[in-house]
């Protein structure tokens, strides 16, 4: 299983880094190691764990939560062999697997046989590289579906590298998207696809490269994917979202008792529109999975934190026929004497795509706005430092438009402007036919 842990040891706070040289300096490495050997904990390994990070009962915690979330899996699957057999429930697994294929290849019969060529580019690693290139070639057939990511760039020297197993779950996850989504996912519904790439790219890249970022580089793979297979699936897919998880930690001493906090958390935006309808606003990335944002509330009890601003922006981005969902604006005000803040993202300087004479959406960034009035603006920070009453603010992207603005609808543009989404300029200028007399 995968599981979140805030804390697993390394350079930064929290464990992201934007400064890592290699994957030692991310964390802790346990290659296969067992926890538990007949049901017994391995102490030593445990207190390994609990010596070597800087939050050790919430590490411990998120370990736990691991454990527990393994021994219930476990004991479901022995309560079917108790009731079904052994044998029948072999049998009733592989028929499943069966069922997934069938109906996977009977998705790919769905769709236009051919070969369709896209890319996008990840504009930074954080050590000054970039912008690194993502390609991809895909072939379409009635039976199959090949990815082909040759020409993908080198792997950086900086943590924005994905490994092949990542690139294996980007891929994967389109390829379901574009069959058959409603279908439960199992191994047997990927049987149909196979993903090619050669080694040492910044999506296959090989030890030690670097990966605290991986997410971001796993979300360009998803979004090329998107836009080679938009022109046969265009009922599936939407444009451009802000496609990072706006991975941000901050972290500090509270003050009074100066104990350590690090809050970690992925932030929301904007995705593209449909054919057929607008772009979800504040919803996470693709590659933000299960994760959840944090309530404001639970953020300023639990870290010297104050949320001055959360909502939805208005930055212009994103119009068209039907609009791309609106990004957000978070402002954290430091309330302990000093924290740092680690952040970086992608579609930071290339704007989310768009289709048929739609918009594209607006950029990613990180500000440290300090009390004296300056404005720091950050694309990647590596434990940037700011003082009690400064903030820093964070800034998602809208995602990118479908269809031409002019075929707006004037009730739908009168609803983006009673609502914020859009300021009265940005609608004369966009909308001019809901202005007419």
């Known amino acids: 299983m995968k599981a979140h842990w805030t804390e697993v040891g390394g350079m930064q706070p929290g464990s992201l880094t934007t400064s890592s ?15 538990f050997d007949a049901g017994v904990i391995n102490q030593a390994l445990a207190s390994v764990i ?12 998120d370990m736990q939560a691991s454990i527990a979330a393994c021994k219930v899996g476990a004991e479901r699957i022995c309560e079917l062999g108790r009731k079904y057999g052994a044998e029948k429930l072999l049998e009733s697994m592989t028929a499943l697997l069966d069922y997934g294929e ?3 290849r009977d998705g790919l019969r769905r769709l236009r046989p051919g070969l369709y060529t896209a890319q996008t580019v990840l504009e930074e690693d954080g050590k000054g590289g970039g912008p690194f290139h993502v390609k991809v070639a895909i072939t379409v057939s009635e039976t199959d579906m090949v990815m082909d990511f040759d020409g993908t760039s080198p792997q950086a020297q900086g943590p924005i590298n994905l490994g092949y197993p990542g690139l294996l779950t980007a891929a994967r996850c389109m390829f379901k998207v574009v069959t ?5 996912i199992n191994g047997g519904a990927f049987r149909p696809l196979q993903v090619l790439c050669p080694p040492s790219t910044i999506l296959s890249a090989v030890e030690p490269a670097p990966v605290s970022f991986y997410f ?5 793979a998803m979004d090329v994917i998107a836009m080679a297979l938009s022109p046969i699936a265009e009922k599936k897919l939407s444009v451009g979202h802000q496609r990072s998880v706006n991975g941000t930690i901050i972290s500090g001493r509270r003050q009074g008792s100066g104990d350590l906090f690090i809050m970690a958390q992925p932030l929301a935006g904007g995705w593209g529109a449909t054919r057929d309808q607008d772009g979800q606003n504040g919803l996470f990335s693709s590659g933000s999975g299960e994760t959840y944002n944090i309530p404001v509330e639970i953020v300023e009890s639990r870290y010297d934190l104050r949320v001055r601003q959360y909502g939805y922006h208005d930055e212009d981005g994103g119009a068209g026929k039907h609009r791309g969902g609106k990004g957000i604006v978070t402002d954290f005000e430091i309330m302990a004497p000093t924290a740092t803040m ?3 993202a992608t579609q930071t300087s290339l704007r989310p795509w768009s289709r048929d004479g739609g918009c ?8 440290l706005r300090r009390s004296d009035g300056s404005v720091e603006v950050y694309t990647v920070a590596a434990g940037v430092v700011g003082q009690k009453g400064d903030v820093f603010r964070i800034v998602t992207g809208t995602g990118g438009g479908y269809g031409d603005p002019k075929e707006r609808s004037l009730a739908a543009v009168s609803d983006d402007l009673r609502n914020g989404y859009v300021t009265l300029d940005q609608a004369r200028r966009h909308y001019p036919q809901a202005f007419q007399d």
């Open 180 to 184: 058959n989504g409603d279908v439960p």
């Open 102 to 104: 069938e109906m996977a």
């Open 342 to 344: 680690t952040y970086m």
């Open 50 to 61: 609990r010596y070597n990070v800087r939050l050790p009962e919430s590490t411990l915690g």
């Open 360 to 367: 594209e959406g607006s950029l990613n960034r990180a500000e």
């Open 21 to 35: 040289d290699d994957v030692f300096q991310e964390g802790l490495r346990f290659n296969y190691l067992k926890l």
């Open 216 to 220: 971001d580089a796993m979300q360009a």
